[in-house]
């Protein structure tokens, strides 16, 4: 079925996993990047400040590419991609240089508001629904793979080859920016009414009904909550490993906290890809509430566990077991969201849930202080706080009432 998808599909899935794979080599190992040089604190500060420009660059971008064109504002994001990773290389070319790397990420998030919201319209436009299955699939195992390449080569070369990783940057943005500019088609001209499409006015607009939906708010606050669980993977609990976590040999290998982190990804990305589609299949027929809120504690537990312990065999029964609570509650979820989206009404919608992976970003950036002020076992507490949190507000969206307000809408 490959040979049968638009070419615009197969560029994206190729491109992103090209991307993944390189990225996945440095940006998750960006706080430990930044505690190391600036502290902390400061550490905390910074990332939620780059997370609230890719918030903005994300709500914004949406209407960018109904307004211009997708292919317009995706190449426009690689431009500004390939910049920002040269920019970035530059600046730490004679060491380290926090600041510089720092404005260089602001600008690699805004290039990502850019570029995600365009590329997944594009992908919609040219699929149809005997195609977007497979499609979807294949991106799900693409993303997966990417990752698990990356995260295992970054945790082997991010201390001692900082530089050659971003070089690695700029050589892969290079490949991917021409692979859309010589591959990729339009496949929705820019709007008659552009220039008024992208003022204030006109995006608050197409905002203000999702707002007021109070059960579809609960949903995706449970949403951030749950999620902001796993984005302390690359904060505090990067920072627990590396700082914490006793070198030691294991089957011939020296792992220290950094490398101990990629293995521990490298495990969860694993399960996921081995057992998504048994358990998909499992999950078929049965009511996916029970099996989400059980993925959501498994989940919640299994990086409590990451947060405190440094014991490498509990660390990695951890990773298995946040690994079968995902895979729980990441399909059962998916399906409740899509019942609570007024048929009418799915772009705004689906935009702002979107954004629940920026916010969560946001909040785990708390991690980095919060850590260090409360240590690892208070981390643990907080983790299955926001787990808890996380699984009654779901709760309270999916009350009964809730099928009533949406045949109204």
């Known amino acids: 079925m490959w040979r049968t998808l638009h070419p615009n599909v197969k560029t994206r899935i190729t491109t992103s996993f090209l991307s993944r794979v390189v990225g996945s080599m440095v940006f998750p190992f960006m706080a430990i990047y930044f505690t190391a040089h600036l502290g902390a604190a400061l550490a905390g500060t910074l990332l939620l400040a780059a997370g609230v420009a890719q918030f903005l660059a994300g709500l914004y971008g949406g209407a960018l590419t109904d307004a211009l064109g997708r292919r317009r504002t995706l190449l426009t994001g690689e431009g500004l991609k390939l910049l920002a990773f040269t920019l970035m290389l530059l600046g730490n070319l004679h ?235 990441v399909p059962t979820r998916q399906a409740l969201l899509a019942d609570l989206i007024p048929e009418g009404r799915r772009g705004a919608y689906l935009a702002t849930h979107g954004q629940v992976f920026t916010i969560s970003k946001w909040v785990a950036a708390l991690g980095l202080p919060a850590g260090a002020a409360i240590g690892g076992a208070g981390m643990a507490a907080a983790l299955l706080l926001l787990g808890l949190l996380g699984s009654l507000f779901t709760a309270l969206a999916l009350r009964p009432g809730a099928g009533e307000r949406m045949a109204r809408a």
């Open 95 to 329: 060491g380290p240089n926090p600041w510089v790397t720092f404005a260089t990420l602001l600008l690699v998030n805004v290039s990502g508001g850019l570029i995600n919201p365009a590329a997944e319209a594009m992908l919609v436009d040219v699929s149809t629904p005997e195609t977007r299955t497979f499609m979807y699939a294949v991106n799900y195992w693409a993303v997966n793979l990417s990752i698990l390449i990356g995260t295992l080569a970054g945790g082997w070369l991010y201390r001692d080859h900082f530089t050659l990783l971003l070089a690695l940057l700029v050589g892969m943005s290079v490949i991917t920016a021409a692979l859309c500019f010589a591959l990729m088609t339009e496949t929705r001209a820019a709007s008659p009414t552009a220039r008024a499409d992208l003022g204030l006015k006109p995006l608050l607009r197409s905002y203000a009904q999702v707002v007021t939906d109070r059960p579809f708010l609960l949903f995706v606050l449970g949403g951030i909550l749950i999620l902001s669980i796993e984005f302390t993977r690359t904060t505090h609990i990067a920072v627990h490993l590396a700082q914490h976590f006793p070198r030691a040999d294991w089957l011939g290998v020296t792992l220290d906290g950094v490398r101990a982190a990629s293995v521990l990804t490298a495990v969860n990305t694993l399960m996921i890809v081995a057992l998504t589609a048994p358990v998909a299949r499992w999950l078929t027929g049965r009511d996916p509430r029970r099996p989400m809120h059980a993925g959501f504690a498994l989940f919640a537990l299994g990086f409590a566990a990451l947060a405190f312990s440094t014991h490498l065999p509990t660390l990695i029964a951890a990773s298995v077991i946040l690994s079968v609570g995902e895979l729980l509650y």
